[in-house]
Nanobody
């Protein structure tokens, strides 16, 4: 079993920054893929950024150059640094982990970009 808990969401003005954290516990290892997804109101959940099992990092085109995913294996924590935020970045951000052939999800944290 794997548990994921997200922190760091909130209200931010356009152009601002936020840093999301996801603390993982349970049977998870540094080699397991982890990432961030988001779901905007009325839309499907979409990939934001992830670190694959092989160590590759993938970003959605819409966030390239603005968002950075990182991982602290000692703390079993994955981060998402979000800069130059736009209103279209608004949504619930979910942490995910792929462990033992299964996808695990956190409950999500709301990010609202608005003036």
């Amino acid at each position: 079993q794997v548990q994921l808990v997200e922190f760091g969401g909130g209200l931010v003005q356009p152009g601002g920054s936020l840093r999301l954290s996801c603390a993982a516990s349970g049977s998870i290892f540094s080699s397991n893929a982890m990432g961030w997804y988001r779901q905007a109101p009325g839309k499907e959940r979409e990939l934001v950024a992830r670190k694959t099992t092989g160590g590759t990092t993938n970003y959605a085109d819409s966030v390239k150059g603005r968002f950075t995913i990182s991982r602290d294996n000692a703390k079993n924590t994955v981060y998402l640094q979000m800069n130059s935020l736009k209103p279209e970045d608004t949504g619930v951000y979910y942490c995910s982990a792929f462990v033992g052939g299964m996808d695990y999800w956190g409950k999500g944290t709301l990010v609202t970009v608005s003036s």
